[in-house]
């Protein structure tokens, strides 16, 4: 988030070695709002995906989520089992890249302390340990221009769905095959005959998982997962 002064005022900057060397200026919240408000409809939609490809401490994401929060509470709040599952399908449906690593740990623990205060969490909660386990895979370390995450390797983004009754899937796509969706559709090239289904095959794929499953996995990055068989 923007840095707040210590006269209560949004602070837009951290340092100005750090916008030299890298650029960093935060949006304001006024700006943010303003924007998002151009896709009001898609911001207060459960499970639209968002992507903040240079995501900072959260700014737009962390707002989108609020929206998402507050589109839950209508829909499901009277219903305690449904409201926590869509809470976290509305986590799990927002993406963020960010280059610097203090960046991406804050923004983490901004989103979890949104979802957090919403369902009324404990750190021992199975919602919560579920819900840090989303973020440390749906935000990531990485250079949205190189498309590649901070140790080089490609970055890939996990696509959650909801099956019900409390039951989560998760497939792994490459974000550089996912940008040239436009490329792969326009007349006269190799790829303009074959569906979308062809084209974006998962490079993993994973057994639907619980809440329960969800947390045991946090704090352990690599979840064993199926490659997907495309034979």
């Known amino acids: 988030m923007a840095v707040v002064a210590s006269n209560g005022d949004e602070r837009l900057v951290r340092s100005k070695q750090r916008v030299v060397d890298h650029g960093e200026v935060f949006t304001p919240e006024w700006i943010v709002d303003a924007m998002l408000n151009l896709v009001k409809a898609e911001t207060e939609r459960i499970d639209s995906r968002f992507l903040e490809p240079a995501c900072g401490s959260g700014n737009f994401i962390v707002q989108v989520l609020r929206r998402k929060l507050a589109a839950v509470e209508i829909k499901y709040g009277r219903s305690e089992f449904e409201k926590r599952h869509y809470a976290l399908l509305g986590l799990m449906c927002i993406y963020g890249i960010e280059l610097l690593p203090d960046n991406i740990a804050e923004c983490r623990d901004n989103m979890l302390d949104v979802f957090t205060e919403y369902l009324g969490l404990k750190e021992s909660d199975d919602f919560y340990r579920a819900g840090a386990f989303v973020l440390s895979q749906n935000i990531v370390h990485g250079d949205a221009l190189t498309l590649l995450t901070g140790d080089g390797q490609p970055i890939t983004f ?36 074959l569906g979308m289904h062809e084209i974006f095959v998962p490079v993993k794929s994973s057994p639907v998982m619980s809440v329960s499953d969800l947390a045991a996995l946090n704090g352990n990055n690599e979840i064993e997962m199926a490659p997907k068989d495309v034979t």
């Open 158 to 193: 996990a696509e959650w769905g909801y099956l019900g009754k409390g039951k989560f899937q998760r497939r792994d796509f490459r974000f550089d095959t996912l940008t040239q969706s436009a490329a792969f559709s326009e007349e006269g090239t190799l790829f303009a005959d």
